[in-house]
């Protein structure tokens, strides 16, 4: 979310459903099923961000149901000489959804932000990089 000073996120659950009918069993001479057809649905990324209240900046995009870019960055120790270990998850264009957060205290206050990823025409709705010893996928 784009912001000068980012809030601590303390979770985020993510969840993409992939669309595929998978279940093509017929009655044929072969026990296998028949490839996945797909996308047989609209795919509809959506999820849930937990952070502390830092502002108003994320807030308003709340309230004004504006598009916001949401990178998820999860880096770990180096691999090789500029290389870490690394999750990227970027959604280009995501809705706050119109669910009241719910807000905790007196301590730090937490706000959970509900969150449906769209598709804007130009980038893919989400794409995730991954980098480790093992592979690179992006």
């Keep these: 979310v784009a912001s000068d ?5 303390s979770a985020c659950d993510l969840t993409i459903p992939v669309p595929l009918k998978v279940d093509r069993f017929g009655l044929t001479k072969s026990a296998l099923a028949a490839e996945p057809l797909g996308p ?3 795919f509809e990324p959506s999820g849930t961000i ?6 108003l900046t994320q807030y308003a995009h709340f309230t004004a149901c504006d598009e916001a870019k949401v990178v ?5 120790a180096t ?13 280009p264009a995501c809705h706050f959804m119109p669910a009241t ?5 007196p301590e730090e206050v937490i706000v959970q932000f509900p969150l449906s990823v769209f598709d804007n ?11 480790s010893t093992d592979s690179t996928i992006v």
Excluded: D
């Excluded at 090789?80 to 998850?89: D, F, N, P, R, V």
């Design 72 to 76: 998820l960055i999860f880096e770990g």
């Design 79 to 91: 691999i090789a000489e500029s290389y870490k270990y690394l999750l990227k998850i970027t959604m």
């Design 101 to 105: 957060p719910q807000v905790s205290g």
């Design 121 to 131: 025409g130009s980038e893919a709705p989400v794409t995730i990089e991954y980098i």
């Design 40 to 42: 047989n649905a609209l």
């Design 5 to 9: 000073s980012l809030p601590i996120v």
């Design 50 to 55: 937990t952070m502390e209240f830092k502002g």
